[in-house]
């Protein structure tokens, strides 16, 4: 009893301490030591990505509902944000915002077909959104502002008359958004809406029967998930390339966004920011590692297949050998040092 | 002036019909998994690559034709049996949409090795086929696409034949009926999952070229999965016949639609326009036209 207790406490203080401890990092730290290289290629995509897996999470992990369009709702998230910006003055956090809602209300059309279809019914059908989008966003000349290539330099990010263009700056902005959303993120799926959820995955059927509103839940679910992919694409469009493209939100995004989770773990929040974490640095610890080892002598198409490979290798190798993700080797490898560390 | 702007709808919509026999080749592949294992198989697209890439690099490198397509059978059965063996067998008994992502990870893994093996670079297919157009009762047709039909229909003969007239088509429908029942009976999972996978090996070598044919063989040979995709949502996951009318009606509607709807949107309607009709039908049918109404839990 005692030792449970005394664990508790312990484990308790721990939590209690690491997020402080994470934030200390993140907010201090990072921007006094990380080179602009480590910001710009591996930062800055990280936390795109991340809140952008922490958004199909929210919908795939603990909804259920498989979804292969996010990378449509992360276009329409900067998108939306350019033009607001663009034509209404707005400031810019007000633009990011207004972003949201609008991939809330495409996510909300898109995700009417999961109040009939389920499983791979409903994972078809979210394809939809990922053409559509594309093609309506190439097509109309009025959400790329009438640039003939469809490539817009992104605004700089202005707080307050503060110009953030350099790479601190912008990992800040980004940061900030990231951990506010993930704070939102977890108080929801801690809170009744997340149970609701997470019953209407676990079993439709009896979550109807003890009174969960069903059709409700999936569709706040839809439209929460699809705000939070679009303010990731705004995060990815303005502070990660500083360019809005329709080409760079295509299939391969959708299923890279997917993949953070399978490799993070469903239904975990740390999962996904782990799940990010591998996605991002791995290519290029992949390049590093071949330019080392051939010297040049392979060439980066060669590179790019191999990627391919290993990424869906190690896709197949989690779902076999740890359906839980990185999130449960972590929680295991905290487990055995503390285990150390009592004996 | 009307007979002849009639005369030009029924040309788009047989052009359609015919592209559409195209998509329902590729589904057919997916029916085949999906009925007998429940699994979509994402990687149906990237066989059909690796299944045309194998066959054309062979064929180039002076391997007669019928030598070609026995090696690449041969490549195509390996294949199904080692994904049965390192990817079906350890997720045994996980939900369907597990194996789905598995599917996911497995068609990056096929494409790339397909790429690696053979290159990267486009190679012309010609299987001797003309293209040629000629006229019938005043609409034009071409060889190519009457062949492709024809070699379409005798696929679905034979696989029709094969379920209903052999042993292991029976083995097959047991196990589609009810796993653990057919485990109970003494079938081998196993062998039987790997045999599926080779079928749908060979579908996927029969589309492969045929479109390869039309497309030339490369990279993009594997994004053919995302046009018959909306065709297996519309017919049913578990229905060939259900694969084949929804092949034909998207590829006419499709057609219709970009002669017809297109320029009212600027044109370009082909990406989604399918995935639209799908999800229409959907909404009034959940299962798709011919598929199997199943309450699924999970």
Do not use: C
């Amino acid at each position: 009893m005692t030792a449970i207790s005394a664990f508790a406490t312990r484990a308790g203080l721990a939590t209690g301490l690491a997020l402080p401890a994470l934030g200390l990092l993140a907010f201090v730290a990072v921007p006094l030591t990380a080179s602009p290289y480590v910001l710009e290629a591996i930062l800055l995509p990280f936390l795109a990505l991340s809140l952008a897996g922490l958004g199909l999470n929210l919908l795939t992990g603990y909804g259920g509902q498989v979804s292969l369009g996010s990378a449509a709702f992360m276009a329409v998230g900067a998108f939306a944000a350019y033009n607001f910006d663009l034509r209404s003055g707005l400031p810019l956090p007000v633009s990011i915002l207004l972003a949201g809602v609008t991939a809330a209300a495409i996510g909300l059309v898109f995700g009417l077909p999961s109040l009939r279809l389920r499983g791979f019914y409903l994972a078809v059908s979210t394809l939809a959104a990922q053409f559509f989008v594309q093609w309506a966003l190439t097509k109309f000349a009025w959400f790329s502002n009438g640039s003939p290539s469809g490539i817009i330099a992104a605004p700089v990010i202005e707080l307050a008359g503060l110009r953030l263009d350099g790479a601190v700056g912008r990992y800040l902005f980004s940061l900030s958004i990231v951990a506010a959303v993930t704070l939102l993120v977890h108080r929801i799926v801690s809170g009744p809406e997340g149970v609701n959820l997470i019953a209407v995955r676990d079993n439709e059927t009896a979550a109807r029967v003890i009174g969960v509103p069903v059709l409700r839940t999936k569709l706040v679910a839809f439209a929460l998930s699809s705000a939070i992919i679009g303010v990731a694409g705004v995060l990815w469009a303005f502070t990660y390339l500083r360019t809005v493209e329709p080409a760079g939100f295509n299939l391969d995004r959708s299923f890279q966004i997917l993949f953070i989770i399978i490799i993070g773990g469903l239904a975990t929040l740390r999962g996904t920011f782990l799940g990010a974490a591998l996605i991002v640095v791995f290519p290029l610890l992949l390049g590093r590692l071949s330019a080392a080892a051939f010297d040049g002598l392979i060439d980066a198409g060669l590179i790019k297949l191999t990627e391919r490979i290993v990424l869906g290798t190690t896709i197949i190798l989690f779902l076999i050998a740890e359906p839980n993700g990185l999130s449960a080797i972590l929680s295991r490898l905290t487990a055995r040092l503390r285990g150390i560390g009592r004996g | 002036m009307a007979w002849f702007e009639l005369l030009f709808a029924a040309e788009v919509a047989l052009g359609g019909l015919l592209s559409g026999v195209m998509y329902a080749l590729v589904a057919i592949g997916f029916v085949l998994i999906y009925k007998t294992s429940g699994v979509l198989n994402f990687a149906q697209g990237s066989m059909v690559l690796f299944a045309a890439l194998t066959f054309v690099s062979l064929v180039e490198r002076g391997v007669p034709f019928w030598g070609a397509v026995a090696a690449t059978l041969a490549v195509m059965t390996a294949l199904g049996f080692a994904i049965e063996r390192t990817v079906l067998r350890p997720l045994a008994n996980r939900s369907p949409m597990t194996l789905f992502m598995a599917t996911l990870g497995l068609s990056y893994v096929i494409e790339g090795a397909a790429q690696l093996i053979w290159g990267t670079q486009v190679h012309r297919l010609d299987l001797g086929i003309s293209n040629a157009p000629f006229q019938v009762w005043g609409l034009y047709l071409s060889t190519f696409d009457l062949v492709a039909a024809g070699i379409a229909a005798a696929m679905v003969a034979a696989l029709t034949a094969f379920f209903r007239f052999t042993h292991t088509g029976l083995a097959f429908r047991a196990v589609a009926d009810d796993q653990f029942a057919a485990l109970a009976v003494g079938l081998r999972l196993g062998r039987i999952w790997g045999t599926v996978w080779t079928a749908a090996g060979v579908v996927a070598l029969v589309a492969g070229l045929l479109w390869g044919a039309r497309l030339g063989v490369q990279f993009s040979l594997s994004l053919i999965v995302l046009k018959a995709l909306p065709v297996l949502v519309l017919g049913g996951f578990d229905s060939i016949l259900g694969a084949i009318v929804a092949g034909l009606v998207i590829g006419a509607t499709e057609k219709l639609a970009e002669v017809y709807i297109g320029p009212f949107f600027g044109g370009g309607i082909e990406g989604w326009f399918a995935y639209a009709v799908a999800l229409v039908v959907l909404l009034l049918r959940p299962s798709g036209l011919f598929g199997q109404k199943i309450v699924e839990r999970y």
